[in-house]
């Protein structure tokens, strides 16, 4: 179960960050002004950490709970559901560097997920099935693997132009 939902999650990772920022939208049934969604038994969603300021600024620390790679660099953050977001860092740091930092700075060792592409997860909090859609986590992955480039950076015309290895952490929201 654990390695289908960290798939699929990486799934939508990959589809997603490539994607303009999606914006939300009634589902079907939703009528205006009505309370929110309660899950199947019966407790809202997980309430997700504030949300910075304005949708551009980079989220801080605290507000994630867990700390952020040196120099990483904030490229955006994406509704992952049931009042989560994840949010995506990148760095030219290669992914064994990050892997070493969040093992020191976290005090485990995660789980290496997949060998190619090489994909690292850190578990930062106990997943709840009935109120989230991902585990809390730190994951970590090398877009260098097969002789490419890098992840190409979201914010056209800024330098670096690629990332080599990039960080999405889900926080530990409503625990």
Do not use: C
């Amino acid at each position: 179960m654990r390695t289908h939902l960290i798939a699929a999650a990486w799934l939508l990772f990959v589809f997603t960050a490539a994607a303009q920022t999606p914006q939300p939208f009634p589902k079907p049934g939703d009528k205006p002004g009505a309370p929110p969604a309660t899950t199947q038994s019966g407790k809202p969603p997980a309430v997700a950490p504030p949300a910075p300021a304005r949708p551009d600024d980079p989220p801080t620390e605290a507000m994630l709970g867990v700390l952020i790679y040196p120099g990483a660099e904030y490229l955006a953050s994406y509704d992952a559901t049931r009042g989560q977001r994840y949010y995506l860092y990148g760095t030219n740091a290669s992914f064994n560097d990050i892997v070493n930092y969040y093992r020191t700075a976290l005090k485990q060792k995660g789980e290496l997920i997949y060998d190619e592409p090489a994909i690292h997860e850190f578990d930062i909090g106990k997943f709840k099935e009935e109120s989230m859609a991902f585990p809390p986590s730190v994951t970590v992955k090398d877009y260098t693997w097969g002789g490419s480039a890098g992840y190409l950076n979201p914010k056209r015309g800024k330098q670096p132009a690629r990332f080599r290895t990039i960080i999405q952490i889900v926080p530990a929201s409503g625990s």
